[in-house]
């Protein structure tokens, strides 16, 4: 018997729906041991080109713990990023703290876990060189070009992101928005190693 497309899809999206319904509801279940874990990776940045790596590089590492009054596990981050501009200036160099709640909605099947995180932290960027370009006249064609110093900066942000566990091992994709402060978008992309 040959199946149509349609009728693959809503086969498969029926195994998928009986398995995550049968699967046990205690998917969040307590976990007191504490995991460390090491992770680096890729990040793009808001007004910045995506260049690979090293261009772009954020390596850092996180705990996970939990609060007695709290359901979820949270996880601390400690991460450290260089991003490089064209030809606008020297490289930035951003430091992020971080503390998120992560929700497991769904089973461990086959070894693999997926998972959400939500939380907030604070974000440094040092101080850099930034290259300007300015028209010295009638003609837009003489163009003069300076350097100037940006300042460090500091702001507040909130962050969400999805990941995936291997084993012991993970991919995870976070977006950190900046609230309440002139900050900048960033959007880390990495693996790790739990252990």
């Known amino acids: 018997m040959r ?10 999206t029926t195994v998928v729906g009986i398995t995550l319904c049968v699967g046990p509801l205690g998917a969040q279940t307590a976990d007191s041991t504490r995991r460390w874990s090491l992770f680096g990776g890729t990040i793009v940045a808001q007004g910045t080109a995506l260049h690979r790596p090293p261009g772009n590089l954020e390596v850092g ?4 713990f939990r609060v007695a009054s709290f359901p979820l596990p949270l996880r601390a ?9 064209d030809l606008s200036g020297s490289g930035l160099k951003y430091g992020t703290f971080s503390i998120d709640a992560i929700g497991r909605p769904v089973p461990r099947i086959l070894g693999t876990q997926l998972y959400f995180l939500g939380g907030f932290g604070l974000a440094t960027r ?19 070009y300076y350097t100037s ?12 992101g999805v990941g995936l566990e291997i084993g012991r091992a993970f991919v995870q994709m976070k977006l950190q928005m900046p609230v309440a402060s002139a900050g900048i978008r960033r959007a880390p992309i990495s693996v790790g190693f739990r252990f």
Do not use: C, H, K
């Not at 101080?127 to 300015?134: H, V």
């Open 77 to 85: 981050s400690l991460a450290f990023s260089s991003v490089e501009q």
């Open 126 to 144: 040092a101080e850099y060189t930034a290259l300007y370009a300015r028209y010295t006249g009638i003609d837009p064609l003489t163009t003069e």
């Open 3 to 12: 199946m149509r497309p349609n009728s693959v899809v809503l086969a498969a």
């Open 61 to 64: 590492g996180s705990a996970d």
């Open 149 to 160: 110093r940006a300042p460090r900066q500091n702001w507040a942000f909130l962050e969400t």
